[in-house]
């Protein structure tokens, strides 16, 4: 009777692993048995890319935080303008700035060749994100997936629900709590800064009219970015100036030497109540790390659609037709 309740408890063990998930909850096994090589596949598919482009890792991990503060984590981004239909690829944050969406589409269809029909382009965004961040150097965590993907976009809503460049914490800290995000998750997430480059019309304001500025540091960044708007706008300077290929946290002692690009980077130090924390990261790689990405998952967490809500795109970049 023993064995073969130990029998019957291991079976159902694994069919709790095995089994998709349900009631709305993501689950790390979801594609266990549907799609057994995604994992691979994407990994394969991000190796290419960031041979190609090391930048292109920054890219996409911004893709998942412009697609997470808008819907919820649905893959709404990646929608075209087509017809009447509006996406949110022309919002203000979003327009000649994010980009990656052809790393996207190549691993959708790398994914439809083997498994058509069941993997989400909104999880395909958040296993992108964790990859580049592993493959530069950073931490690797662990994805719940079940994401379907929405049939809206809300470029109204990107426009108000993203931080700007030029936010204040306070308005950091009030634009993450409206997702679930505490002040801690705030300052983690910024630490992706630790990577990518940013556009001259992001930092002039900053490297020419704030105080809180390392002199050498805003005299250096002066050089490629004028002060006359619409001179130079699109051109580009490290977020973190120091290692701006390797995902490390480089990004935590750059704001502690008043050299944040941002200057809603350098509000997270800025004898204010993120100081101690900034602090602690600096000193501590291995906290930074486990707290990044416990963040990353916690955030993918925001209004997921799942079970027969959505759809699962054949083509990231439109709505199935009906």
Known sequence: MAASFRTWHCLMLALLVLAPAAHGQLSPSFYARSCPTLGLIVRATMIRALLAERRMGASLIRLFFHDCFVQGCDGSILLDDVGSFVGEKGAGPNVNSVRGYEVIDQIKASVEAICPGVVSCADIVALAARDSTFLLGGPTWTVPLGRRDSTTASQSMANTDLPSPASDLATLISAFGNKGLGPRDLTALSGAHTIGFSQCQNFRDRIYNDTNIDAAFAALRRRTCPAAQGSGDANLAPLDAQTQLLFDNAYYRDLVAQRGLLHS?????????????????????????????????KMGNISPLTGSAGQIRANCRVVNSS
């Open 265 to 297: 980077d350098q509000v997270l130090f800025n004898g204010d109540s993120q100081d101690a924390l900034v602090r602690q990261y600096s000193a501590n790689p291995a906290l930074f790390a486990s707290d990044f990405a416990a963040a990353m998952v």
